[in-house]
Structures are given as structure tokens and as C-alpha cells.
């Protein structure tokens, strides 16, 4: 098969949430023909107001597609979406590609890829870093992992949406390994920026000052940057998980276990405060931030 017979030109998005949509607006922008699939049939009409297809579950996407991307909330959704009668695998044709942006457990992938296998379908686990405001510029950070061929076909795809492509493994969940790794020192960072601003103010010192002369120092980091951004909806989805995951590996995650109790106890509106936002500065309301 030569290089323009392989080329992937339908995708479809299954998930059309504050990050799918956007995703599958960039794939429209890129020349992609995109069909669509959201439980929230308006989505499915934002979609098709751009251009794109609505269609009326994951299967009938897949039916049309030559690559899915499945962007959905949890594993549950994500076992659904492909593996369920009405799921993409029972669309997929022989040759056809799931990548799975969602952020959920290695398992899950393994345990979808093995079903894809078996059916002629390839899988890459693509879970995306940055959040809504990426999504929605198109400069996410996508990590990948699946076989090297494969990768190298859906890096146009992936192209559409993202501005870092970084392929870590050729085994299938290394991916999100990756972005479990993202999440744990993400909110770590979260919670040190927190303590260290709250206790300067605490001994006199102005905490929107104080950030501001540590990004020029060794403390900086994303979180410290972007910490007036921050939304707190996904801190205990994505430490459980790592908890979860630790223990499925016969180890254990101390510092996300103390991590989930202490981002329990924090605001979005107390960040905001110590890091000196001024006002009409919008918190990222979407998927994530990371």
C-alpha cells in the first residue's frame, strides 16, 4: 500500500465536550472530513454548524471513519464507546485506527487494543496536556504510545490539534503513564505554590509580588505561571487514579494519596486571590490543564 492509499482523511471525534469540539474543529480546519458523537445531541450541532457530521452513536462514526478519536470522561466511557455492541470497534474496518485521548488507566488501553487486534484495528493512546485554552488554540501537548508505523500515519491527525508531539513507547498505555506522571507533578506544584504564597502573606510579604519575583527563579514552574488559571473540577479524579493504578502495580502513591486530601481544601477563587489576578481573568474551565 503506498503512502497516498494509507493516508487517513475521515476522523471521527467521539466525546464533542469543551475538549473534543474544539479538537474536531481544528481537524475540520486542517482539511479533515470529521463525524462527531456527543449523549448531547447540541454538541453534535456545534459540530455540524462548522461543517462536520452528526452522528447518532460511536458505531455509526466509526462506520465512517478511518481513524476515531476518543475523547471522553473516564475509563467506564471509554470501554463503552469502543467496546459496547454499538461501539467503534463494530464500525472500524480492517485497518482502521482508535486513538484514545481520554486520560485514563494503561489497562484500559491494553484491554481495548487487545479487542482491536483482533479485528484488523490499531490502537494508540494519546492522552493531550494544557487543557481547554490549548484545545482550543490548537497547542496542546500530546503524549503517544502504539507502534512506530502507526504513530507516524496519524501524526497528521494529531498535528491538527497539538504543538507537541511526543511519542514515548511503542507499548500501548505507556502514553498514559506519561500523563499520569503530568498530573501527580502538576497538582504537587498546585499545592506548593498554594502553601508557599499563603504563608509570605501569613509573615507580611505580598503574594502576587512574591510569585511574580519567583518566576524568575528557581520555584518557577507551569503551576506558578498559570496558578490564577487553574481549575480545581479534576485534582481528585486524577490522584485517585494514580492511587489506583500504584496499587494495581504492587506499589503505593504516599505523596497523591496526601496530595487528594490537601486539594480538597483548596479554591479556585483563593488561588486567584494570592496569585493577584486582576480582574476579567477567566479561569480554564475545561478537561484540564495539564
Known amino acids: 500500500m503506498n503512502a497516498a492509499s494509507n493516508a487517513i482523511q475521515r476522523v471521527g471525534v467521539i466525546g464533542l465536550g469543551r475538549m473534543g469540539l474544539p479538537m474536531a474543529r481544528h481537524l475540520l480546519d486542517a482539511g479533515f472530513e470529521v463525524a462527531g458523537f456527543d449523549l448531547d445531541p447540541a454538541r453534535g450541532a456545534l459540530l455540524a454548524e462548522g461543517g462536520g457530521i452528526a452522528a447518532a452513536s460511536a458505531r455509526e462514526v466509526a462506520s465512517y471513519s478511518q481513524a476515531v478519536l476518543v475523547m471522553v470522561a473516564d475509563d467506564a466511557q471509554v470501554k463503552a464507546v469502543t467496546l459496547e455492541p454499538v461501539g467503534v470497534l463494530t464500525g472500524l474496518g480492517p485497518g482502521g485506527v482508535v486513538i484514545i485521548a481520554s486520560t485514563v488507566k494503561p489497562s484500559t488501553c491494553r484491554n481495548v487494543a487487545a479487542a482491536a487486534a ?11 496536556a494544557k487543557g481547554q485554552r490549548s484545545a482550543e488554540a490548537g497547542d496542546l501537548t500530546v503524549f503517544v504510545s502504539g507502534e512506530p508505523a502507526l504513530f507516524q500515519r496519524c501524526q497528521p491527525i494529531l498535528r491538527a490539534f497539538g504543538q507537541e508531539i511526543i511519542h514515548i513507547d511503542t507499548q500501548v498505555g505507556a502514553a498514559q503513564v506519561a500523563k499520569l506522571a503530568n498530573n501527580l507533578i502538576l497538582w504537587a506544584g498546585v499545592a506548593g505554590a498554594h502553601e508557599a504564597l499563603a504563608l509570605a502573606e501569613r509573615l507580611g ?3 502576587a509580588r512574591l510569585r ?5 527563579g528557581s520555584a518557577d514552574s507551569y503551576a506558578l505561571r498559570e496558578l490564577h488559571l487553574i481549575n480545581l473540577t479534576w485534582p481528585d479524579k486524577d490522584l485517585a487514579q494514580a492511587v489506583e493504578i500504584a496499587s494495581e502495580a504492587g506499589t ?9 486530601t490537601l486539594m480538597r481544601t483548596l479554591t479556585r477563587e483563593e488561588l ?19
Open 272 to 290: 486567584r486571590r494570592l496569585s493577584g489576578a486582576q480582574p476579567g481573568a477567566t479561569p480554564d474551565t475545561g478537561r484540564k490543564q495539564q
Open 205 to 207: 510579604v505580598s503574594p
Open 252 to 260: 503505593e502513591a504516599p505523596l497523591a494519596n496526601w496530595l487528594r
Open 212 to 216: 511574580s519575583a519567583l518566576r524568575h
Open 118 to 128: 483482533s479485528r484488523g484495528v490499531g490502537v494508540l493512546d494519546a492522552p493531550v
